[in-house]
């Protein structure tokens, strides 16, 4: 059973809207959280890392929040650019040793001009 | 800049052939990373190191070996290659302060195929 699953699978925006990426997840003890950004064919980038219940970040036009009582974190992306167009992928870390991580599988997210 | 650089980009190889996929770093970071990506199952941890002469097995280690000869390189061992072992692999390092607090940078992937 996969144990970080992200919605939707895929989504496609106009430039300038904004969207919303879920990521619910299972893993246990959920320590700290990550979301990732890939580019096709390029590493992953980190964006953001929630630690608490109930916490938000905010990373320019990303912004993020966890409920760790529901196991369930957004991804908020504000005035979509063209360059937004990547894989989001959600990690959920287990505990303080950070080889252990849990990926999603991502969203794809396709902005148009 | 951290950097993390993977080679080579791709690779195509033969069942029951050696491959060596190789990871540099030049951020000082004592965490190396080796996953591989698969449509549908996300990231897996295959084997990381703590430092130059360890490695440790990760999720998925069967028919990998690992190899940390200095703090800057981290390679990835296929002795016997399978098909079944064609996929993107990604090289991270980790500057090791742990858990939330470890920052990681990935490298861009290699490509392998096993025919």
């Known amino acids: 059973k996969t144990q970080v699953e992200q919605s939707p699978q895929s989504l496609v925006v106009r430039q300038g809207e904004n969207c919303v990426l879920q990521c619910n997840y299972s893993v246990t003890p959920d320590n700290h959280l990550r979301w990732f950004k890939q580019d096709t064919g390029k590493g992953l980038v980190s964006l953001t890392v929630l630690v608490h219940e109930n916490d938000k970040t905010s990373n320019g036009r990303y912004s993020a929040t966890l409920d760790k009582d529901a196991k369930h974190s957004t991804l908020h992306i504000t005035a979509t650019l063209l360059d937004d167009t990547a894989t989001y992928i959600c990690v959920v870390g287990a505990n303080t040793n950070t080889g252990k991580l849990t990926f999603g599988d991502g969203t794809v997210l396709t902005v148009k001009p | 800049e951290a950097a993390v650089t993977q080679s080579p980009r791709n690779k195509v190889a033969v069942t029951g052939g050696k491959v060596t996929l190789s990871c540099n770093q030049t951020?000082?970071?004592?965490?190396m990373y080796w996953y591989r990506q698969d449509t549908g199952h996300g990231l897996r941890l295959i084997h990381y190191?703590?430092?130059?002469?360890?490695?440790e097995k990760g999720d998925i280690p069967d028919g990998y070996k690992a190899s940390r000869p200095s703090q800057e390189n981290f390679s990835l061992i296929l002795e016997l290659a399978t098909p079944s072992q064609t996929s993107v692999y990604f090289c991270?390092?980790?500057?090791?302060?742990?858990?939330?607090?470890?920052?990681?940078?990935f490298g861009s992937g290699t490509r392998l195929t096993v025919l």
């Open positions: 991270a390092s980790g500057d090791g302060t742990g858990g939330a607090a470890e920052t990681l940078y």
């Open positions: 190191s703590y430092g130059a002469g360890s490695t």
């Open positions: 951020n000082n970071h004592n965490n």
